[in-house]
């Protein structure tokens, strides 16, 4: 898993044209239930690959930044999004902040199939909630090795649940899943 969390693995995969599940009605009516979108929130959307999500906070009424690695990927965000879009900025999560974000800024901070790829997990978590307004939340979107709807190739990238678990302790979690991938919400007590 190791070598997934870096620009020289995924620009070739963008580069070939890959991009992944698109994001379905289903998933933005669940957030939306969950999250409660208001007007001139701010999401923080890491590893955002070509701004799936990016751009559906974006049309929840979110101010969007979408943070990636790969430049292959935001060059294809900013080519599918308007002027008016998500912000996109080039930054590995795991070297901390992005820059500029300011602590306690973001009414979300998303990592949409990205957070199972990333090293120092339980440090990027904490990372998030100090970026986090009071009543903000986490939204994370993963592959649960358990579940028997996972697709013998994504067996490789999926979490353990124990693991999830263990991660997630410390915060008050709402949970749902939509056909093989578990979707979490995550807010401090
Ligand atoms: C499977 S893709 C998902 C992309 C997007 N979130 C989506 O749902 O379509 C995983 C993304 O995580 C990004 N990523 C991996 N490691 C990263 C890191 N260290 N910092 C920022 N982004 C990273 C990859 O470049 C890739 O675009």
């Not at 120092?120 to 709807?149: C, F, H, N, S, W």
């Not at 697709?151 to 990238?157: V, Y």
Request: hydrophobic letters at 40%; proline letters at 7%.
């Amino acid at each position: 898993m190791s070598d997934r969390n870096t620009a020289e693995y995924w620009d070739p995969v963008y580069d070939e044209g890959r991009d992944w599940r698109q994001v379905c009605d289903a998933e933005i009516s669940m957030f939306t239930r969950y999250a409660g979108p208001q007007p001139g929130q701010k999401a923080l959307d890491v590893g955002c690959g070509t701004g799936q999500l990016a751009r559906c906070l974006h049309s929840l009424g979110y101010d969007v930044t979408g943070v990636e690695v790969s430049a292959a990927a935001l060059l294809k965000a900013r080519a599918r999004s308007s002027a008016l879009g998500p912000r996109w900025m080039q930054h590995d999560i795991q070297d901390g902040p992005p820059p500029g974000i300011a602590p306690a800024s973001m009414d979300v901070v998303s990592f949409r199939l990205s957070f199972q790829f990333l090293t120092g997990k339980k440090q990027i978590l904490d990372m998030a909630r100090g970026l986090l307004r009071p009543g903000g939340l986490v939204y994370l979107v993963l592959p649960v090795l358990e579940r028997e709807t996972l697709p013998a190739g994504r067996r490789s990238s999926a979490l353990p649940a124990a693991r999830i678990t263990d991660l997630c302790r410390g915060w008050r979690v709402d949970r749902w899943e939509l056909g093989w991938l578990d979707h979490l919400i995550l807010r401090s007590p």
